[in-house]
């Protein structure tokens, strides 16, 4: 049975969608069968893993919808065990559409369960807001992955997501964990930085990652390529930031697991 990690924050520009799209190439290019379900209707996850705008391509719309199933949505990607399920603007819509629906909260949760099985790893990009569309996503998920900054403000935008998160596990999925929390956009060079990591660690404690993301020129540039980073330029501190995350989320899975064996974290 696969482990399904939303990648949330309602807080935009915390590194979300590059998350997203670079843990699942990472995990893939450990020959891990990895899905990314991009949940946010601004589509920056498909796009960014190169797919254009197709408005007859089948998104994560019309899973919500009930209009066609997670296997019709496929989109094999250009590393060879990453899938993608695409979104479409008309996600927007959703979220008026689904108020009155039966079992409006466990849409995608639904539709992603025959799936399970064929990926040991499904990712989903939530968007940037506690609507009805991260909603769904945490409901789906056994765990949620929170990309924070640096800075003074990360713990005010968490907290809010925490709550949520107690009070989806009480009255919808029981079964909803912390993943983890991982430092994005990190400058270690800066005091705030490092005493805002510490404040961090102290807060999170084993919760927070000890892989942190830097700023990273490369990891900015390779979305407007169509690519994840370490397809783009596999040496640069962004896609060896992102492997090393990939690791050790592998690495805490199978202790979770009871020391089941993973495959090496390396560039495809």
């Known amino acids: 049975m696969g482990r399904v990690i939303a990648v949330a924050n309602q807080k935009g520009g915390v590194g979300k969608t590059t998350t997203a ?140 997501l925490l709550d949520t998160v107690d009070r989806i596990r009480v009255a919808l999925n029981p079964g909803l964990g912390i993943e983890g929390v991982v430092i994005t956009m990190f400058d270690e060079r800066t005091n705030l930085a490092q005493q805002v990591a510490a404040e961090l660690k102290r807060h999170f404690g084993e919760r927070l990652y000890t892989t942190t993301i830097p700023r990273n020129i490369r990891l900015a540039e390779a979305p407007s390529h169509g690519k994840p980073a370490l397809l783009y330029d596999v040496r640069s501190r962004g896609a060896e930031s992102y492997i090393r995350l990939a690791k050790e989320l592998l690495d805490r899975y199978v202790q979770a697991q009871g020391g089941a064996e993973a495959g090496p974290v390396e560039a495809a």
């Open 21 to 160: 799209i670079n843990l699942a190439a990472s995990l893939a290019a450990a020959e891990v069968n990895t899905l990314l379900v991009d949940c946010d209707p601004q589509s920056n996850a498909s796009s960014g893993m190169g797919l254009r705008k197709d408005p007859e391509r089948i998104s994560t719309y019309h899973l919500l919808m009930g209009a066609a199933s997670a296997e019709e949505a496929l989109q094999l990607c250009e590393l060879e065990q990453l899938w993608l399920i695409p979104s479409h603007k008309n996600l927007l819509g959703a979220n008026l559409e689904l108020v009155d629906a039966e079992r409006r909260e466990f849409r995608l949760r639904d539709a992603l369960a025959p799936l399970r099985e064929r990926f040991e790893f499904i990712v989903l990009d939530c968007p940037p807001a506690l609507d009805l569309l991260t909603l769904n996503a945490l409901v789906a998920a056994d765990g949620v992955l929170i990309p924070m900054q640096a800075e003074y403000f990360a713990l005010e935008g968490v907290s809010e």
